[in-house]
């Protein structure tokens, strides 16, 4: 699949033309230089080819950050076959933008000039200003109000080889993995309230519950969430995973603003990991972060494992707890990662462990790993770990087993009555994966206190593998099933 680079200077509208040209929404765009940091990548079709699109950051200098930004940059640009150089038609043309241009012209790569922001007939004669490129691939659009794209978007397919046509339908299978979205944790600005609340499991079937049968190949694409507070190493822990240098990882607080994601195969498996923005508290959020953390939410509902960082050279943190709220409250599978464990005090391993599960007690399913993303200290060993949680994530128990277990229990430990009434519990079943989710049946389901449902998770736990996943329970009227 070929390659396409939207390169240029900060703020001339690389992230409108992706958007534009997926059909989405997706880069966020403002009017603030370092918008886009990361490399973001979508796979496209234009007209009836196929190809894969690249968002990149502005060719901005200066600071480390731009400098870091500028790099990943050019590196699209070099590894693309198709290159779309991007400028301000409303600005006179620049001698660094020519220079930039001409070396990419040596490269003999299929490159265009595109001059954005030529909002009107009269603006077209500006672009005889731009043919001291030497070139004669030049477009002159308006992203903002879709004029003169039809030429570009030719000339792309022009350009695309005769086998990158798409042959079949590709239809993309969506996997009904509803969770239930908890808007009491960010206001209508996307920012990380400050509030405890909890969100528990009502006990009850809704009304469109149903039985769903278990998809063994669910567990074959294992979608990981990179989460944490800003300056954790969440990007650097991506870096390592992937074995390269994939997300721009620098000092400054706040450096991923777009989730990335990208993919590889171990084992039999894709795993996607999705890095996303560092979250802070809402008087300490800056600008475009707040798009950002709009952006994680989102992420969230849509994964099925959570890594959740933590700066193991440093003391936890009350955002560290809310954040670790996020992954609880959104169902995920997760494992608890200690990053920056060779800057920490290894002689209170304990100590620092046995803090982490007082504080994180909603979290106590999650086994913990301590590692170095900088050193790639036992970043090996998490692989493992993330196949076998997915595995207890997606596991179906069988009927059989689940009552034999529950009866084990109950003989033990009687269900308190309630108002008098005796409770009793006729059988359960699992009805979903991602997580275990498991229906009792019950003859008043009201009755099923909390504390039992409790007591029944920690049974199910010592009979079953459910390591890394969170165990939901449904009570469940029999005669209404």
């Known amino acids: 699949m070929k390659k396409i680079a939207i390169i240029g200077q900060p703020n001339v509208g690389k992230s409108s033309l992706f958007n534009r040209l997926i059909k989405e929404r ?59 150089f991007m400028v301000d038609g409303k600005s006179l043309p620049s ?30 004669e500006k672009l005889w200003e731009y043919y001291e490129f030497g070139t004669q691939s030049i477009f002159g659009i308006s992203v903002a109000h879709n004029r003169g794209t039809s030429e570009m978007i030719q000339w792309i397919y022009d350009t695309l080889p005769q086998e990158d046509i798409i042959k079949e339908d590709k239809s993309i299978i969506v996997t009904n993995t509803t969770k239930p979205t908890h808007d009491e944790i960010y206001d209508e600005n996307g920012f990380l309230e400050d509030d405890d609340t909890e969100v528990e499991d009502d006990g009850i079937f809704g009304m469109n519950d149903m039985i769903k049968e278990f998809n063994p190949k669910d567990i074959d694409h294992i979608k990981i969430a990179i989460i944490g507070r800003v300056n954790v190493g969440k990007s650097s822990l991506l870096n390592a995973l992937l074995n390269k ?21 171990y084992a039999g498996k894709t795993l996607t990991f999705v890095d996303t923005a560092g979250i802070r508290r ?23 494992i ?18 670790a709220g996020l992954v609880d409250k959104n169902f995920l599978a997760a494992i608890i ?16 462990v046995q803090n982490l599960r007082d504080r994180f007690k909603f979290l106590h399913y999650a086994p913990i790993i301590t590692l170095s993303a900088k050193s790639r200290l ?32 109950m ?64 009570a469940k009227k029999r005669s209404s099933l």
């Open 411 to 474: 003989q033990r430990h009687q269900l308190p009555s309630m108002h008098g009434q005796v409770i009793r519990i006729y059988y359960a079943t699992q009805y979903q994966t991602r997580p275990p989710r498991i229906a009792l049946l019950m003859n008043k389901p009201q009755g099923l206190h909390f504390t039992y449902r409790r007591y029944l998770t920690n049974k199910l736990r010592e009979a079953f593998d459910f390591t890394g996943t969170p165990i939901l329970f449904k």
């Open 282 to 304: 809402r008087g300490k959020i800056e600008g475009i972060e707040k798009y950002a953390l709009m952006r994680t939410k989102a992420m969230l509902d849509n994964a099925n």
């Open 95 to 124: 001698e660094d933008d020519k220079k930039l241009f001409y070396k990419l012209q040596s490269l003999q790569k299929h490159i265009a000039l595109i001059v954005n922001k030529i909002d009107n007939d009269k603006m077209k």
């Open 378 to 409: 036992r970043v090996n060993k998490l692989y493992e770990m993330i196949l076998h949680v997915n595995e207890n994530y997606s596991q179906r128990i069988p009927t059989s087993k689940l009552n034999e277990v529950l009866e084990r229990a």
């Open 26 to 84: 997706d880069a966020i765009i403002s009017e603030e230089a370092g918008t886009t940091r990361d490399v973001k990548r979508r796979v496209i079709n234009i007209l009836d080819k196929e190809a894969m699109l690249l968002d990149t950051g502005g060719l901005d200098k200066g600071c480390e950050l731009f400098d870091r930004i500028k790099d990943k940059s050019l590196d699209a640009a070099y590894g693309a076959d198709i290159i779309l």
């Open 337 to 352: 990662v200690l990053n920056k464990w060779d800057a920490a005090k290894k002689d209170e391993y304990e100590k620092i």
């Open 245 to 265: 240098d994939r997300a721009v990882v620098s000092s400054v607080a706040g450096t991923t603003i777009d989730p990335i994601d990208e993919s590889i195969n």
């Open 306 to 323: 959570a890594l959740l960082v933590l700066d193991a050279s440093q003391p936890l943190l009350e955002l560290d707890e809310k954040i």
